[in-house]
Structure formats: structure tokens, C-alpha cells
């Protein structure tokens, strides 16, 4: 059980596009989902924490115009990177919880590659 | 502020040896704390938590506020063992989960 599905695996694109990434709770209803970025041989860093049906809360530093999060449903929230350029280039991880005082649960991530 | 500090970037034992991977941590509050793994080529998974008290393949881990540590141990290492580990700290309410860099376990036979 808990099972989080995160789409796409790899997307290359070219510099301005804007990209698309969901996350899924197969098998349980998440209220809070959670959008990390991972560089390269560096831990993960908490970019915003979404709860279905409100706007997200964004870490410190993360530009809430440049990645978009949406949660509108128990089971899916979306990373939008928008006008995406080669320092947005990372591997993007989401998680989601049942409710509090749950462990989070991990999605395979996104690498997200800008040319 | 809250802070995880995993001191060694690699850990290298061989199979049966014993294996502790340490954590650090700093919060003024009541801390939760969680080791997660990530094998190779796997997502990031939930090894154990400190609430629950449990042995998670073996491996156990207790939660020391006067050392403000959560050292990850396991007396016999095996070679599947072998993968990332991170410690997190969670803060009251699970609001959000703060990582330590991560140690790699490596297993030699």
C-alpha cells in the first residue's frame, strides 16, 4: 500500500517551455503533497507543501510564479516549471501523506533536463 | 531553525561487519525523526521511525535528546544493505521534513 506515482520519468525540453509534472497516491487519499528538489550528490530540499483545495506554502527562496502547484484533488497534485531554463534543470520529487502525523510517501521522481 | 547533519558522505564495511550511520540533529521543539533509504535505481522509502520503536530489517535506531542524535545501527551487515540512507527531521505536526545529506552504505563481500 501507499503507493505514489509520479509522471513523467525523464522530460528534455528546450529552454522557455514550460513542463508538466504530476503526482499520484495510487491507494490512499492524500491531504498534503509535497514538492522536493534534488541536486546532484545533495539531499533533498522541500520546495513547497500543497493541501488539497488551498494554495501551496513555498520554502524560503522557491518563486511560486516560476513553479505552479496545484492539488485539486485527494490524489493528485501537479509541478508546473514554467519558462523553464537550464538551471531549473533537477530531479523533482513529490511525496504525499494521508493525513497528520503520517510518514510521507515517495514518488520515483522527475529528471527534468533543459537545453 | 531545523537542521540534520549526516557527518560521513560514504560508509564502507563488509558483509557482517556492524554498521552505524549517524545523525545529528537541532530543533527547539519536540523533534520526529525517520530514516529513509533509497536503493538503487528505487524511490525513497520509509525505513523506520522513531515513534515506533520497531527493527526494520534488522536495523534499529534510537532517538537520544541529549545527544540530539539518531544514529541508524545494525550489528551484522549484509550485502543488500547496501544503498543511500538519509535521516529526517519532522517538526511538530509533520508540517514538513527536513534531510541530512544522505550516507551510502556500501556492502563488500
Known amino acids: 500500500g501507499a503507493v505514489v506515482s509520479q509522471h513523467p520519468s525523464w522530460v528534455i525540453c528546450k529552454s522557455g517551455t514550460s513542463v508538466k509534472i504530476e503526482c499520484r497516491s495510487l491507494d490512499f487519499q492524500a491531504t498534503t503533497m509535497f514538492w522536493y528538489r534534488q541536486f546532484p550528490k545533495q539531499s533533498l530540499m522541500l520546495m513547497a507543501t500543497?493541501?488539497?483545495?488551498?494554495?501551496?506554502?513555498?520554502e524560503q527562496g522557491v518563486e511560486k510564479d516560476k513553479f505552479l502547484i496545484n492539488h485539486a484533488s485527494l490524489t493528485l497534485s501537479t509541478l508546473t516549471v514554467t519558462s523553464a531554463h537550464p538551471e531549473d534543470s533537477s530531479f523533482y520529487i513529490c511525496s504525499a501523506r494521508a493525513g497528520q502525523n503520517q510518514p510521507q510517501h515517495f514518488g520515483d521522481g522527475t529528471r527534468l533536463s533543459i537545453l | 531553525a531545523q537542521r540534520v547533519t549526516q557527518p560521513e558522505k560514504l560508509l564502507s564495511v563488509f558483509k557482517g561487519a556492524p554498521v552505524e550511520l549517524k545523525c545529528n540533529y537541532s530543533?527547539?521543539?519536540?523533534?520526529?525523526l525517520f530514516w529513509y533509504v533509497q536503493y538503487s535505481r528505487q524511490r525513497l522509502q520509509l525505513l523506520l521511525r522513531?515513534?515506533s520503536r520497531e527493527s526494520i530489517k534488522g536495523f534499529t535506531a534510537d532517538l537520544n535528546k541529549g545527544e540530539t542524535s539518531f544514529h541508524l545501527k545494525k550489528p551484522f551487515a549484509q550485502e543488500e544493505d547496501s544503498a543511500m540512507y538519509y535521516c529526517a527531521l519532522g517538526n511538530t505536526g509533520f508540517q514538513k521534513l527536513v534531510f541530512g545529506t544522505g550516507t551510502r552504505l556500501l556492502v563488500s563481500p
Open positions: 530543533y527547539s521543539g519536540s523533534p520526529e
Open positions: 500543497s493541501n488539497e483545495g488551498s494554495k501551496a506554502t513555498y
Open positions: 522513531h515513534i
